[in-house]
């Protein structure tokens, strides 16, 4: 990960030197478990160290708490319990939060224990007059599908669990409406872009071991099986699919990542036609 996050510091380097007068936004997008949070972290820190004041957000803080969610299964589709899918965050707070970064103002954020699988009641304070924030999300940059590619399902979940397509459909509303404007805030998009879709499931398997070893012992059980996590990755599948074949046209830079998340590959809009 340590090459994709100095090809992206260079990328940061340049968009700085066009002397935007208000905070530059990155965005940096990619499948579950490919080094997003990490890359995050790791720029912040390079940024804060050569005097550049950052700081990172995740669009994982934003998710909707369990009892938010029951109430979306109960409107719309029983598969809305799960966290992950467009639908399932705060897009309203997020949007705002942004708004006030780039306005130069300290914001609040929220914070998701992904281990009780509920929002934190305690909020951490993004600092006033940023020059660069990171604003990291597995569906950054995604677009809406048509009609006719949502029709056939493409896995187990949405074969059993929507078979009419309404859990599909309500997904892909929220992912063309809301989440547009939301994605709109980001200045320049980073996608890493995982080798195929059957590695995610690995790499979220790496990231649930990495977060049981973080979480206290009493809070293990809400943690997920392998077994699990293959299901829940389901949730994820059509969109990070649509994102894998479209995003690397659109988005300001594309690291093609190998299984190890080295950097193989940079694609931009230009040399992706």
Sequence with gaps: MDDATTLVRRQIERELSASLRRPLVIGVSGAQGCGKSTMARSLVNQL?????SAAHLSLDDFYLGRAERRKLAARLHPLFVTRGPPGTHDVAAARALLGKIKFGAAAPAPQFDKGRDEPL?????????????????????????N???LAAPINMLETVYDAQGVWRGAVNDALGGAYQRLFAEVDHLVYLRAPNFDIVSRW??????????????????????????????????????????????????????????????????????
Excluded: Y
Excluded at 48 to 52: D, L, N
Excluded at 226 to 250: C, K, N, W, Y
């Design 48 to 52: 804060t160290t050569e005097g550049v």
């Design 121 to 145: 009641d305690l909020k951490r304070e993004i600092p006033a007059r940023l020059q660069v924030f990171i604003f990291e999300g597995w569906c950054l940059g995604a677009k809406a599908q």
């Design 147 to 149: 009609e006719r590619d």
């Design 204 to 273: 979220r398997n790496e990231q649930e071991r990495a977060l049981a070893d973080a979480s206290p012992p009493d809070q293990r059980p809400l943690l997920m099986s392998a077994d699990e996590i293959s299901f829940f990755v389901q949730h994820f599948e059509r969109v990070t699919r649509s994102m894998m074949t479209d995003l690397p046209g659109r988005a300001g830079l594309t690291l093609q990542l190998d299984e190890r998340r080295r950097v193989i590959g940079v694609t931009t809009p230009k040399t992706a036609r």
